[in-house]
């Protein structure tokens, strides 16, 4: 599948194995440890529901429509940062998580959401 090859999803991808490899090995790097997963989440997650939009009507030109990426990102955000504090005491509500999810939909909107190119054999 294209759209899983595009380079900017597979940095992310590596870069987000990455920092959980460093946190599985008690390595915590801020903010890296405390961002960077944040900041990965929404571009790694909808490139996935691109893909599967795209696979389901076998269209590589198909975009998220930009009230996809902000309803993910009022989700992420509500989830993340307002239900899951209250329900566990182990999560805590960081409003910079919320400006690195925003970031994140910003990335995928301006630079993953596009098109897939023609490839020429």
Known sequence: MATLRQPLFLL?????????????LGIY???????????LSLPLTL?????????????PYFIL????????????????????????SRYTADPWDV???AAGAV?????????LKEERV
């Open 12 to 24: 992310f991808f590596i870069l987000a194995i990455g920092n959980q490899l460093l946190e599985l």
């Open 29 to 39: 790097i801020w903010p890296l440890h405390t961002h960077l997963g944040d900041l």
């Open 47 to 59: 490139t996935i529901a691109l893909a599967a939009e795209r696979l389901y009507f076998q269209n």
């Open 65 to 88: 429509p930009l009230r996809f990426t902000l309803l993910a990102l009022l989700l992420f955000s509500v989830a993340f940062e307002g239900l899951l504090p209250l329900l566990h």
């Open 99 to 101: 400006l690195a999810y």
């Open 107 to 115: 990335i995928f909107q301006v630079w993953m959401n596009k098109p």
